[in-house]
């Protein structure tokens, strides 16, 4: 499309390349995606102007390069996905399903990180995944969000066999304050 030949031209202006990336955000979302590895600046631009105009229109292309990415950069886009709030969430709890565990356990931090109580049920559901560090992932983020689903959720993983994950599920109970898990967690030093 002319939009995306407009963005790749390095002969144009960059006010005209953001202006194309501009009607991408809509159109094409993983093409932008895929040229940040190019062109970091005209994507980090456009992700900067959305967040700042809080123009959903970038967070399909945020949570595809939130998936695609890793280390520093993965938390650059938590980080913009946090800034969304609640219209992030929906693509956050999508990835508590991906099949790549460092997403899961990311996703399920930036839902905590944001606040995302109406996504205590999708993160306790994690308790029942096979990997450990999913688990204890999931212990980190409920221990954010207290609600009496996540407390709950909290004090049946102390049953877990993965010390990890009780040990996370512990930790938080207690930012929680949950007086509802001092028994079981004396019964736990018996």
Known sequence: SALRHRFDDQAEPDSTRLAAGRGLLSLDAEFLASRYDQQPLLVR???????????????????????????????DFEVDLIAFGAAAHPRLVDMLSHRDPGIVVSAADALAKSGAMDAVDE?????????????????????????????QALLSALSDTTYAVVNAALVGLASQRAAAAYEPALALLI
């Open 123 to 151: 993160i306790a559901a994690l308790f029942d995944h096979t990997d450990g560090w999913i688990r204890m992932g999931a212990a980190h983020a409920l221990g954010q969000l207290p609600s009496e689903r996540s407390t």
């Open 45 to 75: 631009a456009l992700i900067d102007e959305a967040v700042a105009t809080g123009d959903t229109t970038c967070l399909p292309m945020i949570a595809r390069l939130f998936v695609i990415s890793d280390g520093e950069a993965r938390i």
